[in-house]
């Protein structure tokens, strides 16, 4: 086999690597919206406190700093900021997440669910 027949055989292979180990799917807010179905029974989407803290501009926002709501200590000391990294660790296991919090909500197994539930958080603004 020529060189440069070899490299194209590896760089093929390797291309079929990266494509086989990608899911390939963007976090698809108008699903999460779906998903958020579960949360607004407790959350609002319009700076309205209810069971739960509003959640409009919940990306960005430092844990425990809606005003009007009041947060447990747990939730108020946990000094996090949410991102997509915080909220998927909370989401996915809240009382393991934040000791002490008081969210009465079990956790969201599903990886999936909780990625297009964060895209369509990041888009309450
Ligand atoms: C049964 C009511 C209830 C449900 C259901 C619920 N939550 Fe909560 N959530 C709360 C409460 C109460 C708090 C405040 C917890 C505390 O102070 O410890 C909270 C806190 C939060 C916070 C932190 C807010 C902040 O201002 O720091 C986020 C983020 C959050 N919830 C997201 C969600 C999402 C997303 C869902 C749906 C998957 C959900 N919650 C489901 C009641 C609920």
């Given at each position: 086999m020529s060189n440069e027949r070899a490299w194209i055989m590896r760089s093929a292979g390797a291309l079929l690597a990266v494509f086989a180990a990608c899911t390939c799917r963007a976090q698809d807010a108008s699903a999460g919206k779906a998903v958020f179905a579960q949360c607004s029974v407790c959350h609002s989407v319009d700076g309205s406190s209810s069971v739960g803290p509003s959640?409009?501009?919940?990306?960005?926002r430092k844990a425990?700093?809606?005003?009007g709501f009041r947060y447990s200590r747990g939730m108020r000391n946990s000094n996090l900021v949410w991102d997509a990294a915080t909220l998927d660790r909370y989401l996915a296991d809240p009382q393991g997440a934040i000791?002490?919090?008081?969210?009465p909500f079990a956790g969201l197994a599903d990886k999936r669910a909780r990625a297009d539930l964060i895209a369509y958080l990041a888009s309450l603004k």
């Open positions: 959640l409009k501009g919940i990306v960005g425990g700093s809606a005003t000791p002490g919090n008081l969210m």
